[in-house]
């Protein structure tokens, strides 16, 4: 059974750098997936922010991308999400997930972390 | 972007109760839909891909139709733990989007 827990402060400066490491168990980050970070902010839907491959290749939402950096280390099998110059607008419960490589699989979570909320405040 | 709209909002209803959640894309996601179950303090939960094959482990009772633009999700006889917040989501193409919920309340 693969596990995701994410990990990181739960509290950023506003103009700050948000940093988070998805921990992956039970499965080998190394398998044909993508490795997806997904956030919600509260009252609101949830919003995919980008993926990435052990290959290190990635792909990113059009409106983050400019300050959107993933990351893979596969021996410590775990990937990373840094977010530059947040706002209050990046508050949000942030998730990892893994998805499919193959068509119909693709963009489909099937594996989820359980969450963790990052708040921009001074 | 792809836009998903689901209707409604909110949804009270009672155990036992037969529920619909409706799905709209803002094009033809053929049959690339897919539905989360989402409980608080927990990551969602595959429910339904490719709009009608239900996830391994998720009971029978869950069942989802459409194709093209629209897409409903059904609940046949709800339960206690049915009771959540639903949502779709399109896995055509990047960037992958999801519809603002459905929450489900007990009546």
């Known amino acids: 059974q693969v596990q995701l827990q994410e990990s990181g402060p739960g509290l950023v400066k506003p103009s700050g750098t948000l940093s988070l490491t998805c921990a992956v168990s039970g499965g080998s980050i190394s398998s044909s997936h993508w490795w997806t970070w997904v956030r919600q902010p509260p009252g609101k839907g949830l919003e995919w922010i980008g993926e990435i491959y052990h290959s290190g290749s990635t792909n990113y939402n059009p409106s983050l991308k400019s300050r959107v950096t993933i990351s893979v280390d596969k021996s410590e099998k775990q990937f990373s999400l840094k977010l530059s110059s947040v706002t209050a607008a990046d508050t949000a419960v942030y998730y990892c997930?893994?998805?499919?490589?193959?068509?119909?699989?693709?963009?489909?979570?099937?594996?989820w972390g359980q969450g963790t909320l990052v708040t921009v405040s001074s | 972007d792809i836009q998903m709209t689901q209707s409604p909002s909110s949804l009270s209803a009672s155990v036992g109760d037969r529920v619909t959640i409706t799905c709209r894309a803002s094009q033809s996601i053929f049959n690339y839909l897919n539905w989360y179950q989402q409980k608080p303090g927990k990551g969602p939960k595959l429910l339904i891909y490719?709009?009608?094959s239900l996830q391994s482990g998720v009971p029978s009772r869950f069942s989802g139709s459409g194709s093209g633009t629209d897409f409903t999700l059904t609940i046949s006889s709800l339960q206690p733990e049915d009771f959540a917040t639903y949502c779709c989501?399109?896995?055509?193409?990047?960037?992958?989007?999801f519809g603002q919920g459905t929450k489900l309340e007990i009546k």
């Open positions: 989501q399109q896995s055509y193409g990047t960037p992958y989007t």
């Open positions: 997930a893994r998805a499919g490589v193959d068509r119909p699989n693709v963009g489909l979570f099937d594996y």
């Open positions: 490719g709009a009608t």
